[in-house]
């Protein structure tokens, strides 16, 4: 036991008498750590946000789109399309709507040639489609079955279209539909699944048919689906609502979209995983360099040692002993510099911090991994130097 | 060092049959493979208790490879060296290590301390692996400085000390392990004559009936402070002479 305390002794007081030298070597193993903890570190802190995006918008929302052949306008959906959709088992909820694409909103009597250039897109939609797409309204209410039954004509704002129309909250509002007043009864909150549905106003399907004169015909259906049965129900859908052929309905999970962007993360995190490894090896090589020209420049203390009895095998634990400080020192100062990496750019970007700590020790393991095989050979090197060679006698 | 003391050897092996501390028989070094080089032929020498000596001879004569083959830095091509009886060419490299650092002294021309550790650093660096502890490894490093009236200069670095002082240093590092022999490769060639006659004096008084002090030297004056005088040509020793002190 004391034999090793020597040992650590003197391979830590060869460390500390080139402290340039020993900081320049621990460059590798630090650019290296920091690199891995940081790379995994910031690529989960961003997924994290993501993650929590999606945990609060669900991944079984899905959007069927009516579909034609070449050249068919408007395609729409049979007037039944969400009782066919309701009809499997895994549904738990749809809404539809109505694209009236001939439908002029205008904020303001006399603003019809802006307009009539950057039209709003107008909407009829169900009394239940916040509810499916689970976004809250930002104001007032959503419209419901006495909009129809007393023939209001109510209309509510995208959070988009809101902002666009100058709309304060609580505000006794109204707009112009095809020159008709609609009064603004709310305003729905964002969607961050379909953005498109902040730049919509929103109007019955009562009104639609019977003030705005469209056929009453869905285009677009928002489907939930039981968790965890998304892509089941997502095939199943073009069937139940089996107009003219599954070709004619078209289906995406939105969703998608943010867990490929999770994905895409985790793609970013390989490619710095691999920056990181090659800062380790790159550190290595160096780790090998530095102590072989080491060896040299100290092959008369290694003479002086062997002559007062050092055995070969304490010369090249010696040296190897420095390699492994080398790791050591490098993996936890790289570690500290990668968890702070994460910390100030996570504060920066509003993200909640995630670092794996579990993994930390892993690539401090590989660091002091690569340091010690860098020094083998220079133990090995320094084991073999022969004293007499060194010390120069007579 | 006594005589029951050489029947029992520290390291095991062959019963002690002689009183030589270090012995050589018929040893030869021979450099290089294709065109072989005999740097010694066929040289047998024993070293006792109480020896004062200096090995003389010119350049080439074979004076360093002796020294090296006697402090056992190096192996003899054919032959036996001997330490306190023990064969050490049979020996694996941590058992013949740890004899060499028992039972030699080395001091060196050039002084050879380590840079960057102080005096008493580099003179426990013989205490190392000895399962001492740190306590008694200091204690007894700075002991042996203080022998030499190097205790002031215990925590200076070589670089701040004078030649004849870390020529002082590297022989406490010698003495530090008690070792049987002192080997001194050339140990005033490096000092000027003050501090030259300073070691020498000091080797005058590492003197002792249990322990050998070889110097191989080129300087008459060195030479003549032994009372043995070994003579070396052409890697052979020419002459073998005890210097006989006839009382005043």
Redesign the interface.
């Known amino acids: 036991m004391s034999q090793l305390r020597d040992l650590i002794g003197v391979a830590w007081a060869g460390l500390k008498a080139r402290k340039v030298r020993t900081l320049l070597i621990m460059l590798g193993p630090v650019i290296g750590v920091a690199a891995m903890v940081s790379a995994v570190g910031l690529t989960e802190s961003a997924k994290g946000a993501l993650q929590s995006q999606l945990a609060q918008l669900g991944t079984n929302l899905i959007i069927a789109q009516a579909g034609g052949t070449f050249g068919t306008q408007n395609p729409t959906f049979p007037v039944n399309a969400v009782q066919r959709v309701e009809n499997v088992s895994t549904v738990t909820g749809a809404a539809a709507t109505t694209n009236l694409s001939g439908v002029i909103s205008l904020p303001i009597q006399g603003a019809s040639s802006y307009y009539q250039a950057f039209p709003v897109p107008v909407r009829a939609a169900d009394d239940n489609l916040p509810a499916v797409l689970q976004v809250p309204l930002l104001d007032g209410r959503w419209l419901n079955p006495s909009d129809s039954q007393l023939h209001q004509r109510s209309v509510v704002l995208g959070s988009g279209i809101a902002r666009q129309y100058g709309y304060l909250p609580g505000e006794v509002r109204t707009i112009l539909l095809n020159n008709t007043n609609f009064g603004v009864v709310g305003v729905l909150g964002p969607v961050a699944l379909d953005p498109d549905l902040d730049n919509a106003a929103f109007v019955t399907q009562w009104a639609a048919k019977h003030i705005l004169g469209t056929n009453g015909e869905p285009n677009e259906l928002y489907i939930r689906a039981v968790p965890g049965t998304t892509q089941a129900t997502t095939n199943a859908i073009p069937t139940a609502i089996n107009l003219g052929g599954p070709d004619q309905v078209s289906t995406k999970i939105p969703s998608d979209v943010l867990q490929a962007a999770a994905q895409a993360n985790k793609t970013l995190q390989q490619v710095a995983l691999l920056a990181g490894l090659l800062a380790l090896t790159v550190g290595g090589i160096g780790i090998a360099n530095v102590m072989s020209i080491s060896v040299i420049q100290r092959s008369a203390e290694i003479g002086i040692r062997r002559a007062v009895g050092h055995s070969r095998s304490k010369i090249g634990a010696q040296f190897l002993l420095e390699s492994l400080f080398v790791g050591v020192l490098g993996g936890i100062l790289g570690a500290v510099i990668g968890i702070g990496v994460v910390f100030a750019v996570s504060k920066l970007a509003g993200w909640v911090v995630v670092i794996s700590y579990g993994d930390i020790p892993i690539w401090m393991g590989l660091a002091l991994f690569v340091s010690v095989a860098a020094g083998l050979y220079p133990s090995i090197k320094a084991a073999r130097l022969e004293p007499l060679e060194t010390l120069r006698l007579g | 060092m006594s005589e029951a003391a050489f029947e029992t050897p520290p390291y095991g092996g062959p019963p002690v049959n002689n009183h030589s501390l270090l012995e050589l028989e018929m040893v030869s070094r021979v450099y290089g493979e294709e065109v072989e080089v005999y740097a010694l032929r066929d040289v047998s020498l024993q070293i006792f208790p109480g020896d004062f000596m200096s090995i003389v001879g010119p350049?080439g004569s074979g004076?360093?490879t002796m020294?090296?083959l006697l402090?056992v830095?190096?192996l003899p091509t054919s032959g036996t060296i001997r330490i306190a009886g023990q064969d050490v060419s049979a020996l694996d490299?941590?058992t013949r290590?740890?004899l060499?650092?028992?039972s030699i002294g080395?001091v060196?021309?050039?002084f050879?301390?380590?840079p960057?550790?102080t005096a008493l650093?580099n003179v426990e660096?013989?205490l190392?692996?000895r399962?001492?502890?740190?306590k008694e490894r200091h204690e007894r490093a700075y002991d042996a400085l203080d022998r030499l009236g190097l205790a002031e200069r215990a925590h200076h670095r070589p670089v701040q000390m004078s030649g004849g002082e870390q020529q002082r240093v590297a022989l406490a590092?010698a003495i530090v392990?008690n070792p049987l022999v002192i080997l001194a490769?050339?140990p005033t060639g490096a000092l000027d004559s003050v501090n030259a006659a300073n070691v020498l004096e000091i080797f005058r008084r590492l003197e002792s009936p249990e322990r050998a002090v070889v110097m191989?030297t080129h300087d008459a004056t060195v030479a003549g402070t032994a009372r043995r005088q070994v003579t070396m040509r052409d890697g052979r020793i020419v002459a073998d002479e005890r210097r006989v002190e006839v009382a005043q």
Request: aromatic share 8%; glycine share 10%; proline share 3%.
């Open positions: 350049s004076k360093s020294l090296g402090g830095l190096d490299d941590p290590s740890k060499r650092g028992d080395f060196f021309q050039q050879h301390l380590i960057h550790l650093g660096t013989a190392l692996y399962d001492l502890r740190t590092r392990t490769d050339e191989v």
